[in-house]
């Protein structure tokens, strides 16, 4: 296998790095599971079936996915109680925080605008 050599400055490879990452989290993030999973999670500490009770419509094999991912990517912290049978718990962490107020922010914009959004729609189907 052949590896293409960057030839740019260290600062430059860090900023294509970030980008790659950023696009890689929006990705995995950017999906109705996982924004329903934040919003759900707020500030309260839920256990996998208070959230999959919460979030209509999702699957046990879903919301494990997206839990999975949550946590791989720091937004969601998993903590396991050693009592039988097993407590599990997940609460946001610091930077899953910080998205759900970026997350806030689209819904409150979607509430704001939802009129607009569905007349347009109505004009552009008929």
């Known amino acids: 296998m052949v ?6 400055s260290p600062e430059e490879a860090d900023l294509r790095r ?3 990452l950023a696009r890689e989290i929006f990705s995995d993030v ?8 934040i919003e759900v999670l707020g500030e309260r500490t839920l256990r996998f079936s208070e ?4 979030i209509e419509g999702i699957s046990h094999k879903m919301l ?7 946590e791989r990517n720091g937004l969601v ?3 396991v109680h050693p009592v039988v049978p097993p407590r599990v718990e997940y609460t946001l962490t610091e930077p ?3 998205l759900r107020v970026t997350i806030d922010g689209m819904c409150d914009w979607t509430h704001r605008y939802l009129g607009h959004i569905e007349a347009s729609r109505h004009r552009f189907d008929a």
């Open 30 to 37: 950017a999906n109705k599971w996982a924004l329903l999973i």
């Open 96 to 98: 899953g925080r910080a």
């Open 3 to 8: 590896t293409k050599q960057f030839g740019g």
């Open 77 to 79: 912290d998993r903590r």
């Open 18 to 20: 970030a980008d790659s």
């Open 64 to 70: 494990t996915q997206n839990l999975r991912m949550l």
């Open 51 to 54: 959230l999959r009770g919460e």
